[in-house]
């Protein structure tokens, strides 16, 4: 049975710094999910991540996948207020999603 | 194009009573799903439409809950005999075979 871990899970942050959070999952994944969700809204697709060694980037956002380790990074460079959410990780063995616990990132001025 | 949709947007009722929650999938997706967010559980899977196919109920968490979709598209998801541990935001998502899914709004649902 998948399982799927961040951390952290609360993540408070200055404008301008740089941050990671991390998403380990136990067993194989076919592809790896980040979500972002604000309050009171559903979850939004940012990235999926194929293969080893992938990465993607969009704006401020950038997301890793090492399969060996079974680790996925979303990596925040220079943030801003606007990226202040919860970000979730998701892994799937066949179809359905397993959600880690989510990270809420509040970035303040 | 237009997203998932669900309906209603929040519903509140008495434990006891029987709940329908709808969702209408981005067109021409064939997999379909219902999830549910709570804070004490997080989000967890509970069914799975692809198609035609019967669809995988492992995650429903008793019997009291069933859904059916009806002509591959719409889907109702209804919760019998509700009780308070059933209060949560069901969220519907669907998405090509094995692509990204996408999601609705998701349905709050809260039993007094």
């Known amino acids: 049975e998948l399982k799927v871990e961040q951390n952290p899970l609360f993540l408070s942050m200055q404008e301008g710094k740089n941050y990671t959070i991390y998403c380990n999952y136990s067993?194989?994944?076919?592809?790896l999910y980040w979500y972002r969700q604000d309050p009171g809204k559903s979850l939004e697709s940012l990235f999926v991540?194929?293969?080893?060694?992938a990465v993607k980037q969009e704006g401020r956002l950038m997301a890793s996948l090492d399969t060996k380790a079974r680790l996925s990074t979303l990596h925040i460079t220079a943030a801003v207020h606007d990226l202040s959410a919860t970000y979730f990780c998701a892994g799937t063995g066949s179809y359905q999603l397993t959600f880690g616990k989510g990270t809420k990132l509040s970035v303040i001025p | 194009g237009a997203g998932v949709s669900q309906s209603p947007s929040n519903k509140v009722t008495e434990k006891g009573k029987d709940v329908e929650l709808r969702c209408d999938p981005i067109?021409?997706?064939?997999?379909l799903y219902w999830y549910r967010q709570s804070l004490g559980q997080g989000l967890e899977f509970l069914i799975y439409?692809?198609?035609?196919?019967?669809?995988?109920k492992s995650g429903l968490p008793s019997d009291r809950f069933s859904a059916e979709r009806t002509g591959g598209s719409v889907s109702t998801l209804t919760i019998q005999r509700t009780q308070q541990e059933d209060s949560a935001v069901y969220l519907c998502a669907s998405s090509f075979v094995g692509d990204t899914q996408y999601f609705g709004p998701g349905t709050r649902l809260t039993v007094l």
């Open positions: 439409f692809q198609g035609n196919s019967a669809p995988d």
């Open positions: 991540l194929l293969s080893n060694g």
């Open positions: 067993t194989t994944s076919d592809r």
């Open positions: 067109s021409g997706h064939t997999a």
